[in-house]
């Protein structure tokens, strides 16, 4: 038995194919082995919104349910009605054999989390089975009391890779000829995905929306799930900047957005759930980076490039200038490479991918004369060290 449930189901096709998310479902399937066992498992997975955590608790319940498993799933109640329901899912469990409790949205629950954390999942079957989605992961208290050590597995849903991004737009009866824009455009995000599919399909299909009005629609609604509202001005702006930018920093927030704020929105950022914290700053990943400047440049011309030109001065500026060894400089290059994605020379030469491990060497003639731009991405690309260097 089951709650009902509701919504879409971005991670399938539209024959009920479920794509991807091996790695989640061969830890699930370890969590099943190991249960029969008397050790309480816990699986917490983690992720963005729509990048398809329901939808893979749904898949999980139905590998529980082919195992012969009891399974109870919550989702989307308010915290008074959880509590009452959980309560009743534990009756209903007792001296049941490896049950299975799927607890959705967990983020929404945030006030039951102590007393599910001490005291409710210890009155479950010693071999029951929780799984636990949300945009974050557990919280400190997890991971530092003594009663789960050991039993808490975490994973981070992350995007679909091409193939499977392919295999779901394919099998959504999407034109060939929009396939690889909006594999493109989704970058693996499963909402984004699904719904740029179905527009695109309509389009093909009937010839409405246009692609202009599709566009808009995809955008919108991706923008509405992934990014929700922002508590100022300030804060929007800060956003859009940590979009734009290749990597955000306090600086950076100094030197583009006004206010004397940047501490403040710099933490705001960083709490996130679709913020990366990297190495050189924090960081918006995939389709939501796209969106978000697409949505300015459509709705600020102006404001968006008085944004780029403060972006850009600073990084021609300040971190230019101040970039010392080889790896800041191949960092600042990055960055400048970002900035003129859309269009002049620079990304011809500067790879976006690969570890930052180079070293500075002479120019000579033969070097200047052979440069390429093959020649040119080796240099900020990973290149194994010599043996015995530090």
């Known amino acids: ?97 490896g049950p299975v409790l799927l607890i959705d949205s967990f983020e929404e629950l945030g006030d039951l989390e102590p007393w599910l954390r001490d005291e409710y999942l210890r009155k479950l079957p010693g071999n029951a089975i929780i799984v636990v989605a949300g945009r974050t992961g557990p919280s400190a208290a997890w991971l530092t009391d003594p009663a789960w050590s050991g039993t808490i597995v975490i994973r981070h849903l992350e995007a679909l890779t091409v193939q499977e991004s392919t295999a779901l737009v394919e099998a959504r009866g999407v034109d060939p000829g929009l396939q690889r824009s909006i594999v493109d455009f989704a970058a693996g995000h499963p909402f984004a995905l699904s719904l740029a599919a179905e527009v695109g399909r309509s389009m093909s299909a009937t010839g409405q929306p246009s692609r202009r009005e599709a566009v808009r629609y995809v955008v919108d609604n991706v923008l509405a799930l992934l990014a929700g509202s922002v508590p100022t001005d300030a804060h929007r702006w800060a956003r859009y900047v940590c979009a734009h930018a290749r990597h955000t920093t306090e600086d950076l927030l100094r030197a583009v957005v006004p206010g004397g704020q940047a501490a403040e929105l710099f933490d ?55 970039a010392r060894d080889p790896h800041a400089c191949v960092a600042v290059m990055r960055t400048i490479s970002h900035l003129r994605r859309r269009g002049g020379v620079v990304c011809r030469y500067v790879s976006r991918l690969g570890e930052e491990d180079v070293r500075a060497s002479r120019a000579t003639p033969q070097t200047t004369t052979n440069s390429s731009p093959w020649r040119a991405r080796a240099t900020a690309s990973s290149r194994p060290r010599p043996s015995g260097s530090g």
């Not at 996130?272 to 990943?285: F, R, S």
């Open 268 to 322: 705001w950022l960083r709490a996130q759930p679709y913020v990366e914290t990297a190495a050189h700053g924090l960081d918006v990943n995939g389709v939501l980076r796209e969106v978000l400047d697409y949505h300015l440049r459509w709705r600020d011309p102006v404001g968006y490039e008085r944004m780029h030109r403060r972006i850009r001065h600073y990084v021609m500026g300040e971190l230019l200038r101040d």
């Open 1 to 97: 038995m089951s709650a009902a449930l509701v919504g879409t189901q971005p991670d399938r096709t539209s024959d009920g194919q479920f794509v991807g998310r091996g790695t989640e479902r061969a830890a699930f399937q370890d969590l099943l082995r190991r249960s029969r066992g008397e050790r309480l498992g816990l699986l917490f997975v983690r992720g963005p919104a729509g990048i398809g955590k329901s939808t893979l608790l749904r898949e999980l319940a139905d590998d529980a349910t082919a195992a012969g498993r009891q399974v109870r799933h919550l989702h989307g109640s308010a915290t008074a009605d959880a509590r009452e329901r959980l309560e009743r899912f534990a009756d209903e469990l007792s001296g049941v054999f």
